[in-house]
């Protein structure tokens, strides 16, 4: 069966710091994947997506980055971290055929201080 | 402007009360899906619609796609379903959008 790891589950960084959120899929292959924000009291919205190794769309002009250095794995990155950054992330996954059920990771809370 | 749109923001129900979620879309899309996020913050996929109806249990979705209209339909409510419900819908590019969701607390 499928499933999706995402971790830290909660981490504390300073202003400034730096940022690595890993995402993991197992039991697919080409999956479609997707890292979210959801800030305190707000909506989901989606940050990043790739439907291929190397393959990253930019939805939200910010200092975060991501990549996908292999097919099954999507990280989330910053160099500096601002307090705005704070928030619920989560990494999630698709069928890379069109229409597919999407499912989720565990998330991961971060609290820029 | 939110290209999905969901109503109410906010919804009070008492337990055993039919409950009923819109969400309302500007263009086309190649699916939409109806999530469940308890407070913890973990999200569940509850249905994934590209036409007409489906039924889970206690739950209905249907869609409207000439509407661009969906509706989420929770029969004999349950204080185990209070939750965020959060409508997405997912373009013929993969992107995907979300309405800002609706906060569900049903009272025994």
């Known amino acids: 069966s499928q499933t999706i790891h995402q971790w830290p589950a909660t981490l504390v960084q300073p202003v400034g710091s730096p940022l690595s959120l890993e995402c993991t899929v197992e039991g697919t292959s080409n999956p479609n994947l997707y890292w979210y924000r959801q800030a305190a009291g707000r909506g989901l919205q989606l940050l990043f997506y790739?439907?291929?190794?190397?393959?990253i769309s930019s939805e939200v002009p910010q200092n975060l980055s991501a990549s996908r250095p292999q097919d099954r794995q999507f990280i989330l990155s910053s160099k500096k971290l601002l307090l705005s950054d704070s928030g619920f992330y989560l990494c999630?996954?698709?069928?890379?055929?069109?229409?597919?059920?999407?499912?989720f990771g565990e998330g991961s809370w971060l609290t820029v201080v | 402007k939110n290209e999905v749109e969901q109503s109410p923001q906010n919804l009070t129900a008492q337990e055993g009360e039919f409950i009923t979620i819109n969400c309302s879309y500007s263009?086309?899309?190649?699916?939409l899906h109806w999530l469940q996020q308890h407070p913890g913050g973990g999200i569940v996929s509850l249905f994934m619609l590209s036409s007409g109806k489906k039924k889970h249990g206690r739950l209905i979705a249907t869609i409207n796609i000439q509407e661009k209209h969906s509706s989420l339909h929770i029969t004999a409510s349950h204080p185990r379903d209070s939750a965020v419900y959060i409508c997405?819908?997912?373009?013929?590019?993969?992107?995907?959008?979300f309405g800002a969701g609706t906060r569900l607390t049903v009272k025994p």
């Open positions: 997405a819908v997912l373009y013929n590019n993969n992107d995907m959008r």
């Open positions: 790739s439907v291929g190794i190397g393959q």
């Open positions: 263009v086309g899309i190649s699916a």
């Open positions: 999630a996954w698709s069928s890379g055929i069109t229409g597919n059920t999407i499912y």
